[in-house]
């Protein structure tokens, strides 16, 4: 039997009654819970409450792909926090409703169940998942500026304990199916060439339901332990986000502490809190580096070129990090230098990388055995991909290009991962000027997520949409952008740091001030710090080549720590020392210090850069720009953006007149 007049959902009933409940999207690749998803809902639980079937089994049409949370689209649609609290009670009332059917109910995983999906998930009485590589569980909304609205925090810290849900939520982690299940989001693993519709039906035949959290986990949500929890939480995620900046996690913390061992309470908050939070500009600036994260993924989408081994030539800091960068990605890599002594350090940093990220022996030694070291170049002739990574010297990139021209298949990928030099000079030395691209890394090339493709007049547009498909291949987001000296980000961010440079100079204010007036304002770090981070040396590089006469005095300072071995961070010590990776900063610093009016002092020459980057056609327009400079440079994501910031500090302004 089946019903299958709605849009989005098919149910169909077995011969023991069992009803199938299929969400299947129109006319999407992946579901998500529109306003008219949720509506059809509300229908099919109407009719279910009428008809009480033997049992509820809720599965998804998509292949590969549960639930992928609420249509964020619909939430620019929200004109104020009244009609927000308004749709966000209603949900929760028909998830409510879900969760008290009087009949026995299951779900079953495969792929993404995010947000709103795992949200509507925790309201069936048992929960199945698919155990594959693909199968993602999490809560991803504080990265929206949000936090669960439909339930979620209420039962997830019911179902598993205060603790754990607490740091699910409040990082947006995405858990593999067996961390889910040795949580207890999850109550049964089903191997992947199992079916999941068998044990599905077992599962509400047999009337099963999850086991719920354990006695340690119960605690959690008990007055005294909340108070507790609730403290070190709140230190913990200050130490990351800014509550000014990012108040989710905190309204979030704030209402379990308050509400947590009442569900009633625990709903009403999530309505009242989530209402002025979807509605505030830190979730709009996030909503908006979202759609432009999408924007950027797109790049390349239009390529069917994929890479299977990669050569980067250069095994320096960025070199080495790029190689290791693609060998985690799955690729094969050789890595040149001049001899094995300069790649012997690459290949330790490539030990440690692939330790922290992915924990398995056997996952490791594939890894280390994909990195190939190769003094004389071998990998060359196969490579897809050939990655220039030496020093920042155009006449000794011109003679390598020369060199391995003749070597490499007709149909690779060549590119510079120069940081500033204009690419029609590094081109003039090839037969095949047209194929030439940059592919601009930053570092740390782990942690840092964007590669500006960099192009002239001359350059193939293919070449271009290959080089994109490349980095999405890596899973980094291409940032096309105009050849011109410093291309986008160091264009940018000269400027930003000579004027830190010049203000401690000139005036004498503290370096930690200087960092953290640019912190107040919503930078990940500042100035300063940033100078270490990047290398001193790279900074001088490219002050030299973009600061001219006004940065004579800070390019000299400059090369003075270089030319001691102070280089920032790699080396120990640069503007400051650096002990287990971290700074060492004098706290009491800023004190007296107007930080404010010193940030904005130093974001002024930041935004200058960004306009005169816009004008001069560096990038296609404002959007991409606000997205290369959010993943390229950090620029507060609250914020949406600078030219973004910008616009909306101008409509502010003429309100106020």
Same mark, same amino acid.
């Given at each position: 039997?089946?019903?299958?007049?709605?849009?989005?959902?098919?149910?169909?009933?077995?011969?023991?009654?069992?009803?199938?409940?299929?969400?299947?999207?129109?006319?999407?690749?992946?579901?998500?819970?529109?306003?008219?998803?949720?509506?059809?809902?509300?229908?099919?639980?109407?009719?279910?409450?009428?008809?009480?079937?033997?049992?509820?089994?809720?599965?998804?049409?998509?292949?590969?792909?549960?639930?992928?949370?609420?249509?964020?689209?619909?939430?620019?649609?929200?004109? /104020?926090?009244?009609?927000?609290?308004?749709?966000?009670?209603?949900?929760?009332?028909?998830?409510?409703?879900?969760?008290?059917?009087?009949?026995?109910?299951?779900?079953?995983?495969?792929?993404?169940?995010?947000?709103?999906?795992?949200?509507?998930?925790?309201? +069936?009485?048992?929960?199945?998942?698919?155990?594959?590589?693909?199968?993602?569980?999490?809560?991803?909304?504080?990265?929206?500026?949000?936090?669960?609205?439909?339930?979620?925090?209420?039962?997830?810290?019911?179902?598993?304990?205060?603790?754990?849900?607490?740091?699910?939520?409040?990082?947006?982690?995405?858990?593999?199916?067996?961390?889910?299940?040795?949580?207890?989001?999850?109550?049964?693993?089903?191997?992947?060439?199992?079916?999941?519709?068998?044990?599905?039906?077992?599962?509400?035949?047999?009337?099963?339901?999850?086991?719920?959290?354990?006695?340690?986990?119960?605690?959690?949500?008990?007055?005294?332990?909340?108070? +507790?929890?609730?403290?070190?939480?709140?230190?913990?995620?200050?130490?990351?986000? /800014?509550?000014?900046?990012?108040?989710?996690?905190?309204?979030?913390?704030?209402?379990?502490?308050?509400?947590?061992?009442?569900?009633?309470?625990?709903?009403?908050?999530?309505?009242?809190? /989530?209402?002025?939070?979807?509605?505030?500009?830190?979730?709009?600036?996030?909503?908006?580096?979202?759609?432009?994260?999408?924007?950027?993924?797109?790049?390349?989408?239009?390529?069917? +070129?994929?890479?299977?081994?990669?050569?980067?030539?250069?095994?320096?800091?960025?070199?080495?990090?790029?190689?290791?960068?693609?060998?985690?990605?799955?690729?094969?890599?050789?890595?040149?230098?001049?001899?094995?002594?300069?790649?012997?350090?690459?290949?330790?940093?490539?030990?440690?990388?692939?330790?922290?990220?992915?924990?398995?022996?056997?996952?490791?030694?594939?890894?280390?055995?994909?990195?190939?070291?190769?003094?004389?170049?071998?990998?060359?002739?196969?490579?897809?991909?050939?990655?220039?990574?030496?020093?920042?010297?155009?006449?000794?990139?011109?003679?390598?290009?020369?060199?391995?021209?003749?070597?490499? #298949?007709?149909?690779?990928?060549?590119?510079?991962?120069?940081?500033?030099?204009?690419?029609?000079?590094?081109?003039?030395?090839?037969?095949?000027?047209?194929?030439?691209?940059?592919?601009?890394?930053?570092?740390?090339?782990?942690?840092?997520?964007?590669?500006?493709?960099?192009?002239?007049?001359?350059?193939?547009?293919?070449?271009?949409?290959?080089?994109?498909?490349?980095?999405?291949?890596?899973?980094?987001?291409?940032?096309?952008?105009?050849?011109?000296?410093?291309?986008?980000?160091?264009?940018?961010?000269?400027?930003?740091?000579?004027?830190?440079?010049?203000?401690?100079?000139?005036?004498?204010?503290?370096?930690?001030? @200087?960092?953290?007036?640019?912190?107040?304002?919503?930078?990940?770090?500042?100035?300063?710090?940033?100078?270490?981070?990047?290398?001193?040396?790279?900074?001088?590089?490219?002050?030299?080549?973009?600061?001219?006469?006004?940065?004579?005095?800070?390019?000299?300072?400059?090369?003075?720590?270089?030319?001691?071995?102070?280089?920032?961070?790699?080396?120990?010590?640069?503007?400051?020392?650096?002990? #287990?990776?971290?700074?060492?900063?004098?706290?009491?610093?800023?004190?007296?210090? /107007?930080?404010?009016?010193?940030?904005?002092?130093?974001?002024?020459?930041?935004?200058?850069?960004?306009?005169?980057? @816009?004008?001069?056609?560096?990038?296609?327009?404002?959007?991409?720009?606000?997205?290369?400079?959010?993943?390229?440079?950090?620029?507060?994501?609250?914020?949406?953006?600078?030219?973004?910031?910008?616009?909306?500090?101008?409509?502010?302004?003429?309100?106020?007149?």
């Amino acid at each position: 039997m089946s019903n299958s007049h709605y849009r989005h959902w098919r149910l169909e009933f077995d011969l023991d009654r069992v009803c199938w409940l299929t969400l299947d999207r129109e006319g999407e690749s992946a579901n998500s819970l529109s306003s008219e998803v949720l509506d059809e809902l509300e229908q099919i639980v109407t009719f279910l409450e009428s008809e009480p079937p033997a049992g509820l089994v809720l599965q998804s049409g998509k292949k590969g792909s549960f639930i992928i949370g609420a249509d964020v689209r619909e939430f620019e649609q929200v004109e /104020n926090v009244e009609q927000a609290a308004g749709l966000i009670r209603e949900a929760q009332n028909l998830f409510n409703r879900v969760e008290s059917l009087q009949f026995p109910t299951a779900v079953i995983i495969e792929g993404y169940c995010l947000g709103g999906g795992l949200e509507l998930a925790l309201c +069936f009485d048992y929960r199945i998942a698919k155990n594959t590589e693909g199968t993602r569980l999490g809560f991803p909304e504080v990265r929206l500026g949000i936090y669960p609205a439909f339930g979620g925090s209420m039962r997830s810290t019911r179902q598993i304990g205060a603790f754990q849900a607490l740091q699910l939520m409040l990082t947006g982690r995405m858990l593999r199916a067996h961390q889910a299940k040795s949580m207890g989001l999850v109550d049964q693993l089903v191997s992947p060439h199992a079916e999941l519709r068998w044990a599905a039906r077992r599962a509400v035949l047999k009337g099963r339901k999850s086991r719920g959290p354990g006695f340690i986990a119960k605690l959690s949500n008990w007055a005294l332990v909340r108070k +507790f929890l609730a403290g070190q939480m709140r230190k913990r995620t200050a130490a990351k986000a /800014n509550p000014k900046h990012y108040p989710a996690p905190f309204e979030l913390i704030d209402a379990w502490e308050a509400h947590g061992n009442n569900p009633k309470e625990m709903l009403a908050e999530e309505a009242t809190r /989530n209402a002025r939070l979807i509605t505030g500009s830190t979730s709009r600036g996030l909503r908006r580096v979202f759609w432009l994260m999408e924007r950027l993924k797109a790049q390349g989408k239009g390529s069917d +070129f994929k890479a299977r081994r990669v050569h980067v030539i250069g095994a320096g800091v960025m070199g080495g990090d790029i190689a290791a960068w693609c060998v985690l990605q799955g690729l094969e890599v050789t890595l040149q230098d001049r001899e094995m002594k300069y790649i012997e350090p690459a290949l330790k940093r490539a030990r440690k990388l692939f330790a922290k990220k992915l924990r398995s022996p056997a996952l490791i030694a594939g890894a280390q055995s994909r990195l190939i070291a190769d003094v004389e170049g071998s990998g060359l002739a196969r490579a897809d991909v050939i990655i220039e990574a030496i020093f920042e010297n155009a006449q000794a990139k011109c003679e390598l290009f020369r060199a391995i021209e003749p070597k490499i #298949k007709p149909d690779a990928i060549l590119a510079s991962n120069t940081s500033a030099i204009p690419l029609d000079e590094l081109a003039s030395a090839l037969e095949k000027p047209a194929r030439l691209i940059g592919l601009h890394f930053f570092n740390p090339v782990a942690k840092m997520p964007l590669v500006e493709v960099v192009y002239d007049k001359n350059t193939d547009p293919g070449e271009v949409e290959r080089g994109s498909a490349f980095c999405g291949q890596i899973n980094r987001f291409p940032l096309p952008v105009k050849s011109s000296p410093g291309f986008l980000v160091n264009r940018v961010l000269s400027p930003y740091m000579l004027k830190a440079l010049q203000v401690h100079r000139e005036r004498k204010v503290p370096m930690e001030a @200087l960092d953290q007036a640019a912190t107040e304002f919503g930078m990940p770090m500042g100035p300063v710090e940033l100078a270490d981070t990047v290398g001193l040396d790279v900074g001088l590089n490219v002050m030299e080549m973009l600061g001219g006469e006004d940065a004579a005095e800070e390019a000299a300072l400059l090369k003075s720590y270089v030319e001691e071995g102070k280089l920032g961070k790699k080396s120990g010590e640069g503007f400051y020392q650096w002990k #287990k990776g971290k700074p060492v900063k004098d706290d009491q610093a800023s004190a007296g210090i /107007n930080l404010q009016s010193l940030g904005e002092e130093l974001m002024a020459p930041y935004f200058e850069a960004c306009q005169a980057c @816009l004008e001069d056609g560096i990038v296609a327009d404002s959007d991409v720009l606000d997205a290369g400079m959010i993943f390229g440079t950090g620029f507060a994501p609250f914020r949406g953006g600078p030219m973004f910031y910008l616009e909306q500090q101008d409509e502010k302004e003429m309100n106020d007149e």
